[in-house]
Each structure stands twice: as C-alpha cells, then as structure tokens.
C-alpha cells in the first residue's frame, strides 16, 4: 500500500512538473494577502500571454513554455521560499513583483547564474550590467518615474519650477524611499521646495500627513505608495480638496483599484506608466480567440485591460522577446539561463517589433547593452477619466533627466560593487 | 493665537475623531473577552468579512462566482439587483448571526474548558480561515462601499473656525458620523447589559460561568450572542473603514489600531474601549504633529504602542481593566 502511495505521489509531482525541454518562467504571484488586488491583475496578465504563445505559435521556437506559479502573499520569507522551490526546475528568468523579495533574490540569483527582470521597480543602481550582471530593470526605474514626474510638472508650468512646492508622500519603506535623493538632486537642479511626508505600513490613517499637506498648500504631490496606501491617500486628497490634475502616483499607485474607491471624487488623478493602457490592441484579439474563448483565461478573467493586467501582459513579452533573442544568438531552441541572459542583454525593443506582435506604442523603445541593463528611462502619465472609468494616456513617452539619474545610478552602484568585492566588467 | 497653537488644536479635533474609529474596533475584542475570556484575534478579518459580504449583498454579486463557473463553465456574477443599504446591512447582520453560530457549534463548543491560549489560537485559524473564505466567496478585488454615509471637509466646521482663527479646520463628515454611531452604540450596548434579561446573563456569564450554568443560564445561547453583538460591532467598523479605503483585505489590518487601545483601556470595558481610542487617537496624531517632522515622521504606528506601554508601566490591567487577584 505504501508503495502504491508512494508510486503516485512521484507520479503526480512528475505530472505537475516541467518537461525538461520546456523554457520554464516561474511566475512569483500574489493572489491573497492585502496586496492581493494589485498581485492578481498582474499574475494574470503574465500567465495570459504565456498562454496564447503556447496555443497560438506552439510556444517560443517550438518549445512550449511552462508557468508554474508560486504563491507569495507579498512576503519576503515566502517569495525567498518560491525562489528556491523552483530554481531548480529550469527556471529562465524571475519577475518578482516586489522589491522586498527583489533584494533578498539578488545575491541568489546572481550566484545561481538566473536573470532576474524588476520593470519599474527593486534596486534602481542594478541598470549598471556591468555591476550587476544577472539583473534588468528595463524599461524604467523609481528615479526615471521620479524625473519623468519632475518633466511633467515642468511642461504644466511652462518650463518654471522656481519656489514651487512639491511634496512626496511615500510609503515608509525601501521602495517609498527610491525617490528622495533624486528628487532632492532636481530640487538642486530647478529650485523647487520640496517636502518629504512619510507613511507607515499599511497605510489605512493617513489624517495626519494630509492635515500637514493642507497646511503646507504645496503645488504638487507625488505619491510613492502601493496597496491600501494608494486607495486612503487618494480619499483623504479629495477630502481636503487638493486637485486631482496636480496629484501624481509612481506607476504603483496607479491602477484602476487605486482610484475606485473614491469614485467620481478622483478624476483628473495622475499616474506614471512605462507601458500602454487600456485594451484596443490586436494582441487582445488573438487573446480572445486563443485564450479567453478557450475557457484558458488565468483566474477569474476579468482583469483583461486594466493597468495592471497590461503590465503583467508586458513583462511577459519582455521575457519572450529575450528568450527568442537568446535562441537566436545560440542557435537553439532550448536555452539555459545563462542563455536567457544573453538574450535579455541583446534585447532590442523597437515599434516595428512591438507593431508586430500585435502591441503597437505599448512601450518604449529601448536596447539593452551590458552598460544598459535598464533601458532609456522613457515613462508617459495616465490621468484617471472616472466618467469612462479608464486610464487615458496624456503624454507621450517623456525621458527621464539622464544628466541627474546615470550619475546617481553609476555612484550607487559603484558602492555596491566595492562593498561586495565586484569587479565591474563589460567583457 | 500663534499658527502652531492653531494647528494643534486642529490636530487634536481630528486625533479625537480617528480615536472612535479606534474604539470602533476595540469594541468587538471587547464584548467576547469580557463574556468568555476569549481574545479574538480574528476581531479584524470579522470587520472585513462583514464589509464584504454587505457589498456583495447591496451589489448583488454572486457568492462563490468564481468557483462556480470555474466549475460548470458557467458566467454567472450578478443576480442583477441593487438592494438599498439599509436592507443589505439589516441581512448582513443575519449573516453575522449565523456566522455566530457557526463558530460556536463548531469550534467553541469543542473547546469548553480549554486554557485561554488554546482559545486564542482557535481564534488565529479563525481569522485565516476567514480571510480565505471570504476571498472565495467575494473576490479579492477592491470594491467600493457607499451606503450613503457623507465624506469630506465640513464646510460649517471650515467657515466657523475661519471666522474665528483666519485658518478653517478640517474636520471629516466620515468622522462626525462614525463619533455619532459610536455613541449611540455604546449607550445602547450598555443599555442592553444593564436593563435587559440578556444583557444581565450576559454579566453573569462573564462573572462567573459556572455560576451563571447553576441558575440556569444557557452558555451556549450567551457566546451565541456576544458573537453576534462582536460581529454587529465589526459590521458597523467595517462599513467605516471600508467606506474610507474601500473594501479589501487589508481592512483586516485595522485590529492592530485597536490592540493599543485595548492595552491602554483593558480588555474588558466598554468605556474603557472608548476612553482609550481617544487617548491613543489624540496622543499619536499630536505626537506626530509636534515631534513627527524632528525624527523623519510616520510615528503613529509604533507610538500607539509607545503610549500604551507607558500606561501599562502604572496600571498593568489598563484603565478600566479589572484587577484580577488570583488566591493561591
């Protein structure tokens, strides 16, 4: 009887797991938990478009692809757990959508030889491939949203920040903090005043920072925040009357969960974002015939076009186009991640290639290099139409201010390197 | 009067009225402990399972939808009505009820006699069984409460202090209302345990349980009951913050505003509950006033725990806490 038991427990686990000739990316999700309304959206996104290769092209370069999916609940421990419960399935490269969980992945994943991509978020200084050679944040960073908000305000004000007030409200945290010292650089740089109003985790009481906001008056507020944060600051803004058109979120803190809550009350909010909104691509057609009508959709299936959804959609390109860069330079279908890495490397993002795969203008266009692990630092601005209930994209893609960030990115990283003995090597 | 001076004063109006919302909460750990000795960690998810529930209820979303068509392949969500929200609370209260009962005849009742730890870790699988559960049932998106309740500045408050001060405080239509409700819940909670049949069992059985069984009061009926009053109260919290926030699952995170609260004004008084949401209301929104800007801000969290450790250092059962003196 053991022996029974025991011959379909190995069966199941053989059953559940990979073949060994499938490209295998782990999907590190958050479907429960308090963060779980912003984990969904995008786990769904990710495994979708995994789907449609595997149903419409037969994979990437006829190898099928495989998604096991890991829960983390948005904790560090847990995501540490699902990192080391799936390594060793062949896995080609790690999205975490944390970056706490990030952190705790770099020295790993850099000494297991696994590329990791962190879009929009984790260690910014990890642009430097050169330092960090298992690491990509394409196409944009925390300082990049931080700048691109700083150019955005400069157009609304023609050019003229001189004694404005601006003022981050940022979650009290590694990734709430990103921002402070390039924002305190542009400060330098164009003369505005700036206010720093921190808020503890979770977020859920925030009358004291925006009693302070109101007595402060600044002309503009960026937000750093995410989950419960976004949704609170977002109510206690309407509730003091601060213009929605002068309130910015970094991309995290702008999702269509963000802004319902507060109802027709948030129109006019902005958001970063370093890809495209809403569903009026091609690619959602083929999502439809090959995935949704299918019954294939990932979780409950109803996330397809929210902002969210689409970043996950995103990041799951991203990788494909490497994997398919990779087997192109090595001239074999089934990669290693030392291969995936190369791919990620020789990434190149152009609009031809993005028209192609049915994502016109859904990002921008960058090229990775050794030196480049992060892309040109290009975001756009979302404002929030609570009449349509969409985001709309005002802007086009704006670059960050290169002549502010790659110095502090080179500096950061440069002490990463030194505290860790790393020789920054491009060869 | 010095801008400062003005500012504090707008400050402890606003500490005041997140101190009920506080107490809001504190009052369901309240009710059960001082009843059965009970300390309910899963007084939050309570709060957030009632919110949710009232939402799916008012919106008409189908429970377990997810699940269902997941398995009949079925694309059913809505039963197409929208109920008024007097209705929806009134049926989300039934829920609680049976919620209630549900969780005395299946885990309280098992555990007659346990030592309090025991009961306290029933309570800990209580809340993640709750959290999931209602995760299945309702959806983990986050969804809109508005049961009509008003929210923003209050432009009488605005225009008064300006005529007075030159600067209008902010004071939340939210938050007038909660204070509102919570008063009136409060009298009409110690009306029910001073005036009525039940509300004196109710006493008795906190008193003493085996006494109160020797004259024939039904303990499981009590616990049915304050579970019940504990899961109105969590309604009532959970229409508050969920009304603020919106519903989602870090609604659940709100208990850890009312542990301080609870320490600072013992675990089994319901002015205790209030009095002390208001002292850690004021105390941690001033602190962060005066102190917040010298030492990087975002103080609240850690002093609520702060004040009411000071508290704790002179008088260990609380404010209001009942000294227990047990004879060896």
Request: glycine fraction near 10%; charged fraction near 15%; aromatic fraction near 12%.
């Amino acid at each position: 009887m053991k022996m029974k038991l025991a011959t379909l427990a190995l069966g199941a686990v053989m059953a559940a797991g990979p073949a060994l000739a499938d490209l295998v990316f782990p999907s590190m999700s958050y479907r429960t938990g308090p963060y779980a309304a912003g984990g969904i959206p995008f786990a769904d996104g990710y495994a979708d478009y995994f789907t449609l290769l595997n149903e419409r092209d037969g994979g990437i370069g006829g190898e099928k692809i495989d998604m096991p999916e890991c829960e983390t609940a948005y904790n560090t421990e847990k995501g540490v757990e699902c990192y080391e419960a799936t390594k060793d399935l062949g896995s080609l490269v790690y999205q975490p959508l944390s970056t706490g969980i990030t952190y705790q992945l770099i020295p790993k994943v850099t000494a297991d030889g696994i590329p990791m991509l962190t879009s929009g978020l984790g260690r910014t200084s990890a642009k430097n491939g050169a330092v960090f050679p298992w690491l990509f944040n394409f196409p944009a960073n925390y300082w990049d949203g931080a700048s691109v908000a700083i150019k955005h305000i400069l157009d609304e004000e023609g050019g003229d920040v001189n004694d404005k007030k601006i003022t981050l409200v940022y979650h009290n945290s590694a990734y709430g903090k990103e921002p402070i010292r390039t924002l305190e650089e542009l400060s330098k740089k164009h003369g505005f005043d700036l206010s720093l109003v921190p808020v503890d985790h979770p977020g859920q009481e925030q009358k004291s920072q925006w009693l302070q906001i109101r007595r402060d008056r600044p002309d503009y507020v960026i937000m750093y925040g995410w989950g419960v944060m976004n949704q609170v600051a977002i109510q206690e803004a309407v509730n003091i009357r601060f213009p929605m058109d002068k309130f910015i979120g970094i991309w995290w803190s702008g999702s269509e969960n963000d802004v319902r809550p507060a109802g027709a009350a948030a129109d006019g909010y902005k958001a970063l974002t370093f890809h495209n909104l809403g569903d009026d691509y091609p690619l959602y057609d083929d999502l439809k015939t090959f995935v949704y009508d299918k019954g294939l959709a990932a979780g409950a299936g109803d996330q397809h076009g929210t902002a969210l959804y689409n970043r996950g959609l995103y990041g799951a390109m991203l990788v494909a186009e490497a994997a398919k860069t990779a087997q192109e330079i090595h001239g074999v279908s089934a990669i290693t991640p030392a291969m995936m890495r190369d791919g990620m490397e020789a990434l190149e993002m152009t609009e031809e290639k993005m028209a192609a795969l049915g994502l016109p203008a859904f990002g921008p266009e960058f090229q990775v290099t050794c030196e480049n692990h992060g892309g040109n630092g290009f975001a756009a601005i979302g404002q929030w139409d609570a009449a349509a209930s969409e985001w709309k994209m005002i802007t086009d893609y704006i670059q960050s201010d290169q002549e502010i960030v790659q110095p502090l990115i080179e500096a950061d990283s440069m002490a990463y390197a030194e505290e860790n003995g790393i020789t920054p090597s491009c060869d | 009067m010095p801008d400062q001076l003005i500012f504090a004063m707008e400050v402890f109006l606003n500490g005041l009225m997140a101190g009920v919302l506080y107490a809001l909460v504190a009052l369901g750990f309240v009710l059960i402990y001082k009843a059965s000795g009970i300390f309910n960690y899963s007084q939050g998810v309570m709060a957030l399972f009632a919110a949710l529930t009232l939402v799916g209820i008012m919106e008409g979303r189908v429970p377990f939808a997810h699940l269902i068509n997941a398995t009949f392949g079925t694309e059913i969500h809505h039963f197409g009505w929208h109920l008024p929200a007097l209705a929806a609370i009134l049926l989300t209260m039934g829920v609680m009820v049976v919620l209630a009962w549900a969780v005395n005849k299946l885990i309280f009742n098992h555990l007659v006699n346990q030592e309090p730890i025991i009961l306290f870790m029933a309570t800990i699988g209580l809340a993640y069984f709750m959290e999931g559960f209602g995760d299945v049932m309702w959806g983990a998106d986050i969804k809109k409460l508005d049961v009509g309740l008003p929210q923003g500045i209050n432009t009488a408050i605005d225009e008064i202090t300006y005529g007075w001060f030159g600067y209008g405080f902010f004071i939340d239509n939210l938050d007038i209302v909660a204070t509102i409700i919570a008063a009136l819940l409060v009298i009409a909670l110690v009306m029910f345990s001073q005036y009525t049949k039940q509300g004196r069992a109710m006493r008795a059985v906190a008193d003493d349980h085996q006494a109160a069984l020797s004259v024939g009061i039904s303990l499981n009926f009590i616990w049915i009951m304050v579970w019940s009053l504990a899961g109105f109260v969590a309604l009532v919290a959970g229409i508050m913050w969920g009304t603020k926030m919106g519903v989602q699952f870090s609604l659940s995170l709100i208990a850890l505003k009312a542990l301080p609260v609870l320490m600072l004004g013992g675990f089994t008084s319901i002015p205790g509950a209030i009095v002390g949401g208001l002292i850690i209301g004021v105390g941690e929104k001033l602190f962060e006033f005066a102190i917040g800007p010298m030492i990087g801000g975002a103080t609240e969290n850690w002093f609520a725990y702060v004040l009411a450790l000071i508290f704790l250092v002179f008088r260990p059962q609380g404010l209001f806490g009942e000294k227990i003196i047990e004879r060896v």
